[in-house]
């Protein structure tokens, strides 16, 4: 006998938020992700990346994204934006969403996540090759 369940969380709903978009990642997983629609916005089925805090310097792939023109939206606003993703970024990994210096604080969710160990260029992977924990200050 099989036994087959389902999964659901339920999805937050912001005030004045629009409708939901469904992203899919390379396993077949989905997510619906729920953003206003303005106009003005790059196409919802695009949607790759979500920008926690507004200012952030990164945000968080919500599928695996292939190298190449993309759009990302802010969390709390639904705004989206277009970005150009200079490799691939797995689910769940960070994109820069601008240049950091060597040794320049990155911020996620309006706090400060990490310090850069090296230069990384808007668009490429934000992780532990090049970037250190604000955790572990004085790590190396």
């Not at 160990?117 to 532990?128: D, E, F, K, N, S």
Request: hydrophobic content about 40%; glycine content about 10%; proline content about 8%.
């Amino acid at each position: 006998m099989q036994v087959r369940t389902q999964l659901t969380a339920p999805l937050l709903t912001l005030p004045g938020a629009g409708p939901t978009v469904p992203v899919v990642n390379s396993r077949g997983l989905t997510t619906e992700v729920n953003v206003p629609d303005p106009a003005s916005s790059p196409p919802a089925g695009d949607l790759a990346f979500l920008v926690h805090h507004e200012g952030d310097d990164v945000a968080v792939a919500v599928r695996d994204t292939d190298p190449g023109g993309t759009t990302g939206a802010y969390l709390a606003s639904g705004e989206r934006f277009a970005i150009e993703a200079r490799e691939a970024i797995p689910l769940g990994h960070k994109i820069a969403l601008r240049d950091l210096a060597e040794d320049e604080n990155v911020t996620e969710y309006g706090v400060l996540i990490g310090l850069t160990r090296r230069p990384i260029q808007a668009g490429t992977l934000v992780h532990t090759h090049n970037l250190r924990s604000a955790r572990w200050r004085s790590s190396v």
